[in-house]
């Protein structure tokens, strides 16, 4: 009799011993695992229930928030603005996750970053429900608007920077999405939303500005430009070949200059008039005088290779290498075609570096992280970055005041602003035969107490003569560095 009870007894343990340990497993060891399923719904009520931080812009205004709402979920993410700062915030939504600054700095707009732990303690202690904190950033509201109404709905990118701090004071991509539609709370409306989104050709969810890689065409110039002067071989008065055809190596093909004249007599140019009128094969001889790794490692100082977080992601903007970059293919890179690719986040930094006196500054998006409410304590500032030198200070006063040739009596004029030192540099990027080109401007405005350095990109602007970068992207940057100085 005894025996069968013990067995029974040894059953009864085991199935206790069994219970434990799958409870255990499931309540400390993949916990955190369950909890991050995307068909955890109790997970999707706590993280909604929580009031989500407000994303603001300079002056205060916020431009994501959240607001309680009579349903499951308690708070409804909106965005005020709608389609003006979609690129920058993203979208934060029950079905389809986040994006933008609202990936980025989640932890801290949910309230579970690390920095918030004694703050979220304390209301525990209270029985306080923990609230997220407050992203500000860089983003100056007249500056965006301006952008956003330059561009006026034509496809691409715009960005202005602070060119001493690195600050982000606009950044538009068109065209956009209103990110109201993706956080409804109702999911038939979420899911139309995202379907019809992304069906749409023009790719209006992506963030032009910081995601898309374009050839950059003749902005690329000014890079080649401080290749040269660098090496210490060239000035801005140095004559250089400009004829009406470059011949190419390896190749019975020949670079031809937009005009089909030689860019000066006895086919001969200087460097700053190259610059001026944006001499293609004065760039190309450049490159292939320089060579692929001169050419490589200038582009590299002003950023080109470097894995950039602002904080939120940036693509890698790159300088070709090996076959990619050899024998007439070098000619085109220097002219800013080839292989070569950049963002407009890119472009805009060849520009602020320039006019800093060529110091790089880190972009930046956050200006400040704050405890929830008008009387919160900051939890975390940002302070400007050094990435590196691109040039020397007496080569960027040369660059400065050949991009102020460009403006004055180039191919920039259109840029000019009445009072104000203004340098540029236009750009026309072929993408492939028959498309019509990208139409670029990058620039820098300096008034004495500000400095700001825009970059511009339109795509598919028309006919490859009405696409030139000084006639369409020009007057934009022109309408923003006047809003960015306007203070």
């Not at 068109?174 to 993706?182: A, F, M, Q």
């Not at 090996?322 to 075609?337: E, F, K, M, N, T």
């Not at 401007?441 to 696409?467: H, K």
Request: proline share 5%.
């Amino acid at each position: 009799m005894n025996r069968p009870l013990r067995r029974l007894s040894l059953v009864v343990a085991f199935l206790f011993f069994a219970l434990f340990a799958s409870t255990t497993w499931i309540q400390f060891i993949t916990a955190g695992k369950l909890n991050a399923m995307p068909g955890n719904s109790r997970q999707l009520y706590a993280e909604f229930g929580r009031e989500r931080g407000a994303i603001l812009v300079q002056g205060g205004a916020a431009i994501a928030a959240s607001t309680p709402v009579d349903d499951a979920y308690q708070y409804q993410r909106s965005y005020p603005a709608g389609q003006l700062y979609a690129p920058v915030t993203g979208f934060y939504s029950l079905r389809y996750g986040t994006s933008g600054i609202e990936r980025a700095e989640n932890d801290v707009l949910s309230g579970s970053a690390d920095e918030l732990f004694y703050r979220n303690l304390s209301s525990l202690l209270t029985g306080e429900k923990p609230k997220g904190a407050d992203v500000t950033l860089t983003l100056e509201p007249k500056v965006q608007q301006a952008a956003w109404d330059a561009l006026d709905g034509r496809k691409g990118a715009v960005v202005a920077l602070d060119a001493r701090t690195g600050d982000v004071l606009a950044m538009v991509s068109s065209p956009g999405y209103d990110p109201n539609s993706l956080a409804s709370h109702d999911g038939a409306a979420q899911e139309q939303a995202w379907t019809a989104l992304n069906a749409d050709e023009d790719d209006p969810l992506i963030n032009r500005a910081t995601s898309t890689l374009y050839p950059p065409g003749s902005t690329f110039k000014l890079v080649t430009a401080a290749a040269a002067l660098e090496s210490g071989d060239y000035t801005a008065d140095t004559l250089v070949a400009g004829p009406q055809e470059l011949a190419l190596p390896q190749t019975s093909n020949t670079l031809k200059n937009d005009e089909g004249t030689a860019c000066g007599p006895n086919d001969q140019v200087s460097l700053a008039d190259a610059l001026k009128i944006s001499c293609n094969t004065a760039f190309g001889d450049l490159g292939l005088k320089l060579g692929a790794d001169a050419l490589g490692e200038q582009a590299a100082k002003f950023g080109f290779g470097q894995s950039l977080t602002i904080p939120t992601t940036v693509a890698t903007s790159s300088f070709p290498t090996g076959d990619d970059v050899a024998g007439p293919l070098l000619a085109y890179s220097g002219i800013g075609q080839g292989n070569d690719l950049a963002t407009p986040l890119q472009v805009a930094m060849i520009s602020a570096a320039i006019a800093n006196d060529g110091v790089v500054m880190k972009p930046n998006l956050v200006a400040e992280v704050r405890e929830a409410g008008d009387s919160g304590s900051v939890v975390e500032r940002s302070s400007p970055s050094e990435l590196g030198r691109a040039v020397s200070s007496e080569n960027a006063r040369t660059l400065q005041q050949m991009m102020e040739l460009v403006v004055d009596s180039g191919t920039g004029t259109r840029a000019k602003i009445d009072g104000v030192r203004v340098g540029g540099k236009t750009g026309t990027a072929q993408h492939g035969a028959g498309l019509p080109p990208y139409a670029w401007f990058t620039s820098f405005a300096d008034d004495g107490d500000e400095q700001v350095a825009v970059a511009v990109v339109i795509e598919d602007g028309g006919s490859t003569e009405s696409a030139y970068g000084g006639r369409l992207s020009a007057p934009v940057a022109k309408t923003v560095m006047e809003a960015a100085l306007d203070g």
